[in-house]
Each structure stands twice: as C-alpha cells, then as structure tokens.
C-alpha cells in the first residue's frame, strides 16, 4: 500500500511518540483553551522533537525590549506596558527554542494608532532613526555580555546553541528607516551583529511603500533597489514582511540570495486583512527559495488551533519547504500562542494532525538554517 504524505507522517509520528514516551511519565497538556485536544503521546512527542533538531522563531520581538530607555511617552510605550526583555529570554530557554531573531524597530518612535492600525504620526528628524537605532542594538550586545542569549551571528551559533541547550538570539531590525540615504550603514549593522532588516515597516520609508499604506514609490524607490543589492553584497537577511506587493516583486527581480517574509499568513476567499498576504504574492519569495513565517496573531485565527491550520494551508499552498515560525511575540495583536513556554506546542499539534516528523523540523527550524546559510555565502 502507497501512503499518503498526511498517511506517512502518522506512521513515522507514532514512531516517534514510542520513543518519546519510553522513559519517565510526561507532563499532562497545558490548561489553556487551545481550541483542540493534543493528547500525552503527542506533547512528549514535540518536546522529544525540540531536543533532536534546532527550532527558531525568525520573528520575535522579545519582551518589548525596543521600549527600553527610549523615554516611555511614545504612543506604542503608553498603550504597552513596561518592557520584560529577560523575562521573554527566560521563557525562551523553559520553551525550547535553539534561537530566536530578535527585532528592533526602526519606526517606533513615530508610530500611532489609527481606526485601520498602526501608521506614521510624523517623519523622522535627520538621524533621529539611525540614533534609535543605536540604543536599541547596544540593548541586544548587552543583553548577550550578560549571558541572556547566547551569540547568533550565523548557522553554525545556531546547531552550537541547540547542542549546549541554549538559545542564540540574532540581531534583526524591522524597517529601514535608521539607514536614511547612507548604504554604507548596512556594512555597519552587520558589523554590529545584525543579520536581517525588514526593509519596509508601517512608515513609508526612503526605501519603498508598505503593504498598510497608499503607495508613493510604486514599490521599491530607486534607493530601495540599491540598498537590497548592498544587503545582498554584505550578507544581511532581506526580511520582506510589511512591503507592498510591488516591493515585494520589484525586490524578487533585484535580487541575487533567498528572501523571506518573516511572519505573516495566507489570506482567503473569506479572510482578508491588510496585514496578511496572497498565495500569489508569497510565492513571488518562495519560488526565488525563500520562507514564510506562520503568524499567531489574532487576525483570522482566534484560537491555537486555528493557526495549525494556518500551518497545514501555507505547507500544502507553499510547500512544506517554505514554512517557519515567525511568532512577532511580544508585540502581535491577539496572539493565540499562549507564551514561549508553549513552544512545544507546535511541533505536537503538527505531529498529532498527521505532518512528518521530518517535515516538522523543517518547519520548525531547517528551513531558516538553509536560508541563512546561503547569505552567508
């Protein structure tokens, strides 16, 4: 008999859970509402899962870290609440996870909220965004001198923090703005650690039109153009969440390396959000071999178990291949992952609804480790 893939990942699943929950009585499932059941066998399965394969969260805000010192009257800080940055960290290592991308915001400071969402209040003074910028990056070095995270500059830290059980945290910044007109910035981020810059955020920037916005460049400025071929020379992750989809596609036919969109989802004959994109417009990323990261946002999902289907459409849609893990925690809107603690949950919820223990651990990091790698090279 011929099994099916959903068929296959049920048999190669129960081997796993055996070897699971061969030793001591695991842990019984979380108390909190997850919209679905996920029985013993299948928790001790994810959990085993995390232990033999690196696991990354490619989109991560980690405990409003970018709030910290910047003053506390901005309008994101007033509605927020105070920053937690170890705490988040903390939680990452009880949850499992071999490294996180964590993302400074380039806009924050000139964010407000609006009837439709976040959007710009005002522009940025000269070499206001490159300052904040700054303070946020010494944040992250610090926060990997004290040993909070462990280094995350390529693959490598990466299976080195899985194996000593550790998470690693890589730099990322969402939106452009602190690069202004000056390419010779994206050589200096990199030096100073970061590996990946939405390029695009809620603010229309000098680089190109955001996805939550009318447009004014028609996608990618002719600076924007210019600084995603300088991300290629330098070796900087180009993150394409928030961009237009003419920035998306004007930045696909520019550029040379994978790109990614680090967390959004697939919309739908009956979902539609301005955050969240086509089929056709995240393959325009993933047939140039680049990734989606599955949000847990509220939007469209109201429950854990409505992003496992989220999960099982972008596998089946995409490609099992082009999936992550981009939980835009500790800032999304509503999200249905309870905390960092419940990060096994993902990999049992997968396993319980049939997808392979390989495929898992594409998804769950493989995929962004093939990704990274070739940037690096």
């Known amino acids: 008999m011929v099994l099916s893939r959903r ?12 070897s699971a929950t061969s030793g001591a009585a695991q842990p ?25 394969t690196p696991s990354i969260d490619i989109h991560s805000h980690a405990g409003r870290f970018f709030m910290q010192g910047a003053g506390g009257q901005t ?56 300052a904040d910028y700054q303070r946020q990056v010494a944040i992250l070095r610090g926060a990997v001198r004290r040993g909070l995270v462990a280094p995350g500059l390529n693959a490598a830290d990466i299976r080195r923090a899985h194996r000593d059980g550790v998470t690693a945290g890589l730099f990322a910044v969402e939106g452009g703005d602190f690069i202004e007109d000056r390419l ?20 229309t920037n000098q680089i190109g039109d955001p996805q939550t916005a009318s447009p004014v460049h028609g996608g990618l400025s002719r600076l924007g153009g210019d600084v995603v071929r300088q991300m290629n020379k330098a070796g900087v992750l180009i993150d394409l969440s928030h961009a237009s989809r003419d920035a998306t596609r004007q930045a696909v036919e520019i550029s040379t390396r994978p790109m990614i969109i680090s967390h959004s989802n697939l919309t739908a004959p009956s ?10 417009h995240a393959r325009l990323v993933t047939e140039r071999g680049g990734l989606i990261g599955a949000l847990p946002a509220g939007a469209g999902q109201t429950s854990f178990a409505a992003y496992v289907d989220t999960l099982l459409r972008m596998i089946d849609l995409l490609g099992v291949d082009h999936v992550a ?31 392979a223990p390989d495929e898992v651990r594409r998804v769950m990091g493989e995929n962004f480790l093939r990704v990274l790698r070739a940037i690096e090279t």
């Open 184 to 203: 010779d910035r994206i050589v200096a981020c990199h030096a100073d650690g970061v590996r990946s810059v939405t390029i695009i955020h809620y603010n």
């Open 271 to 280: 979902l539609e959000h301005p955050r969240l994109i086509s089929p056709e």
């Open 325 to 355: 893990i981009g939980t835009d925690m500790d800032f999304t809107f509503k999200s249905v992952l309870p905390d960092y603690g419940a990060w096994s949950l993902i990999p049992a919820a997968l396993l319980a609804r049939g997808v």
């Open 7 to 18: 068929q296959f990942g049920l048999s190669a699943g129960c081997a796993l859970m055996a």
């Open 28 to 52: 019984s499932p979380p108390k909190a509402d997850l919209g679905m059941v996920i029985d013993e066998a299948h928790l001790a399965a994810g959990r085993a899962l995390l232990q033999t």
């Open 75 to 130: 309008a994101l800080a007033v509605r927020s609440g105070p920053p937690f940055l170890e705490g988040s960290l903390a939680a990452m290592r009880t949850g499992g996870l071999s490294a996180v991308m964590i993302a400074a915001v380039a806009d924050h400071l000139i964010l407000e909220s609006s009837p439709q969402g976040l959007k710009a209040g005002r522009p940025y003074a000269p070499g206001e965004a490159f």
